[in-house]
């Protein structure tokens, strides 16, 4: 079974063109998956794994696709 892949959140912002505080929130809100690797319960340090990243990123485009059918369609 191959490795799993993480990045961090300033990585995935980086790659998909997003901000920090939209992953961030996302990952309070239980949308996206991650690991705090953060000793400091008050300073989390959020790991994503690139599987879960990718996964998240198709579900925010088959929404717009779905959203954008909606508006097309009225």
């Known amino acids: 079974m191959p490795e799993k892949r993480y990045m961090s959140v300033t990585t995935m912002a980086d790659y998909y063109d997003l901000s920090k505080g939209f992953i961030r929130g996302h ?6 998956p991650a690991v705090n690797i ?3 319960p ?5 790991r994503i794994a690139v599987t879960d990243a990718d996964e998240f ?6 929404q717009a696709d ?3 059918r909606k508006l097309l369609s009225a």
């Open 27 to 32: 990952i309070n809100a239980g949308n996206l």
């Open 42 to 46: 008050g300073k989390p340090l959020y």
């Open 57 to 62: 990123m198709n579900h925010l485009a088959d």
């Open 66 to 68: 779905r959203a954008e």
């Open 38 to 40: 953060s000793t400091n």
